[in-house]
């Protein structure tokens, strides 16, 4: 059948307005895959930064009534502090001389009309998975990207989602040359070699489906 639903316009805007690194045909990828698995239970993304990936997965959740858990500390990864190459000036907050990025998610949010279909929990990820219990129907991992995190992410999470549930990993780059790409790639690579397969890549986003009998 053909499937004729598209993201509602003023979601689409206000994702496309977002600070961040989800560009949109990614994003359309994620949206989609929401909306496919939202009726099944909780979306949950690792590393929110000013909410894009948030609106995306939010608005695909919204159409069958569902949510997204939006896990985020909002301190910034390495390499968003003062002084590193993805610094954003807007995002300084004096109190600690780092940056906060809850302010300018919350404001996305609100932005797109999701407050109802986003939940955030400001903390560290690892700290989170030490109490989470509940089955996942989604998963996007998108936090820090240094080696040893991303597999705490993937150790901590990927086991949460149901099986035919799916499981998606940002910045995916075939050949990892920087330090930075090593965690994303190593943790897809995780995942094919557990109970996860292939089910839809777009550019460096990678969704895989965890198997039924998992
Ligand atoms: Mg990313």
Redesign the pocket.
Known sequence: MLDLTVMPEQRRRAAAAARG??PEEQGLALYDAAREQADRGLVLEI?SYCGKSAVYLASGAAETGGVVVAIDHHRGSSEHQPGEYTHDPDLFDPVTGGIDTLPGFRATIAEAGLEDHVVPVVGPSATVATWWRSPLAMLLI?GSHHLQDAVADFNGWAHWVMPGGLLAI??IYPAPRERWQEGPHHIYRLALSGDFSPYRAVDTLRILRRAEHA
């Open positions: 690194w989800m590393g998108d940002h910045d």
